[in-house]
């Protein structure tokens, strides 16, 4: 089989002249040219040049500050770079809007220490909302409180009497209730959980306050939806600190109809501003209704991509849910969860097939991963279908004899390589020394010649793009640990981590035509940073600074001066 990344270099290579010569200068003058500046392009034909030019909202050219030069008409802006480092528009390739947009408004629990700060932090909200009134937060991870025991409802409930309160797992794949929320849910000792999802109960059968994947479905389903109008205004919100981190372009993991439709509104009223691709979520009336239209690509002046699935095979490593073929080193009567069934998984798939869908699944644990790689491969056989790109989200855990089926079936590895420095400390203990080998596996994976687009997860992880950056090259925290990186032998190059989050997430998407490299006639997406990532020591990388942020040639963001 050709590698993706040969294919993909080889799509670049044969696209039609107007779009790749780069020595041609149009005659038209250029709206926008940056010069003085050191230009990765992500493009192998022409990868650092020192100036390009910008016409109606896409690459004009790209080289020399000499050639560019000679697209200068009366109204070009200029934009002198003044030495900085310049590099296509990051794009997160697995990321939640609706989350962060919904995190924004709720309260923030990441970095918390202690069962004990989580409840201030609630406590501190509740002082101004009115009695009865919902409180949602996020980001809570009792291994960063010294314990890995989940917490019970007694604290919350005593400190919050007067308000449901649910708050969500760093993951997202578990929640954690008081009990007002509880009782307004009608969850009591004799309740079952579903398929998929697991109530925790204490010894006398009671329900101790925490909830894993489906089993929260229950909770969700009370909390108040937000207006029309505050969505938008939290959406917005979204984008905003999106752009200010350097992201263009987003693909949005599992939306509801509802959502995408005001995707589309945001994006006819021209308030996008992103290239959001979206997958949809595993409900099968919206599923019915978008196979129907027909796979949707590049709407209003590529804004809106509508031409993929999201589905769940287990949970996620931290709740103990992710699906393991054997059981977890630290609970050995635990294998995880399969939140769909195999059986499940093949039929969407060659629904897709059929409608010309891509097919997305979360798949954590290496029994989730062969699952979803088993039912593609099923799919594929009764529906054969070349370039399909089907993609395993996540792939975190795998089993060695997995590895290679990646390139075998034509699936795309979609992973965020910051969750490897977050879980890095206690992974360990979930997984024992062996299966440690197939986690996160990237240059395994990268060696069978599979492309791996970048993303962060968020909000389960920062938005940030430069902490997946580097975390890519170094296997280390922000701190500099471990020394010499976590299994460090799986390390990718710069130009790779670079590749991730531009051109590969663009090949993920079909949009490597229009976008993911400054390349001529493409869209001109880009990010202007305060240090050369490509170059300075790894330590200094964390330290680098979006100075702008632009979007089809539009400045949507510029760091205070």
Known sequence: MIAFRTLLGAAVLAAPLGLSAQTVAPKAPADLIVTNARVYTADDARPLVEAFAVRDGRVAF????????????????????????V????????????GLAQTLRSVDLTGTNSLAEVIARVVAKSMSVPKGTWITGRGWDQNDWGVTDFPTHDALTAALPDHPVLLERVDGHATYANMAAMKAAGVTAASKAPV???????????????????????????????????????????????????????????????????????????????????MIGDDKAALDHFFAKGPQSAMYDGQLWVR????????????????????????????????STQ????????????????????????????????????????????????????????HYD???????????????????????????????????????????????????????DFPVEQVNPLISFHASIARQDARDWPAGGWFPEQKMSREDALRSMTIWPAYAGFQESSMGSLTAG?????????????????????????????????SVYEAAK
């Open 343 to 398: 059986e499940h998984i093949r039929e969407v798939a060659e629904r897709g097939l059929k409608a010309g869908f891509q097919i997305n699944s979360h798949a954590i644990g290496d029994r989730g991963n062969r699952v979803v790689l088993d039912a593609y491969e099923q799919a594929l056989k009764t529906v054969p279908t070349a370039d399909h790109r089907f993609r395993v989200e996540h792939a975190q855990i795998l």
């Open 62 to 85: 790209v080289g020399s500050q000499r050639e560019a030069a000679v697209l200068r008409g009366p109204n070009t802006r200029m934009v002198d770079a003044g030495g900085r480092t």
């Open 87 to 98: 590099i296509p528009g990051m794009v997160d390739a697995h990321a939640h809007f609706s």
């Open 196 to 278: 998929g999802g697991q109530i925790i109960k204490d010894a006398k059968g009671n329900p101790t306050g925490v909830f894993v994947d489906n089993a929260s479905d229950v909770l969700e389903k009370q909390v108040p939806a937000p207006t029309a109008a505050e969505y938008k205004s939290a959406l917005k919100e979204a984008i905003a600190v999106m752009h200010s981190w350097g992201l263009t372009g987003m693909h949005d993991a599992g939306a509801t109809r509802a959502a995408i439709d005001t995707y589309e509104e945001l994006a006819k009223a021209k308030e996008l501003n992103l290239r959001l691709y979206v």
């Open 522 to 554: 493409k869209f001109a997406d880009f990010v202007i940073l305060d240090t050369d990532i490509m170059r300075v020591p790894v330590e200094m990388v964390m330290k680098a600074r979006v100075v702008s942020t632009y979007v089809g040639g539009k």
């Open 308 to 339: 993929a699935v999201k589905l769940y095979a287990d949970g996620a490593m931290g709740s103990r849910g992710a699906a393991l073929l054997e059981p977890y080193s630290d609970d050995p009567n635990n294998s995880g969860l399969l939140k």
């Open 402 to 456: 997995d590895i290679p089926r990646f390139a075998q079936l034509g699936v795309i590895p979609s992973m965020q390589a910051s969750h490897q420095t977050s879980d890095m400390y206690w992974i360990g203990k979930r997984l024992g020394p062996t299966r440690l080998y197939g986690a996160y596996a990237w240059q395994s994976l990268l060696q069978t010649g599979v492309v791996i687009p970048n993303g962060s």
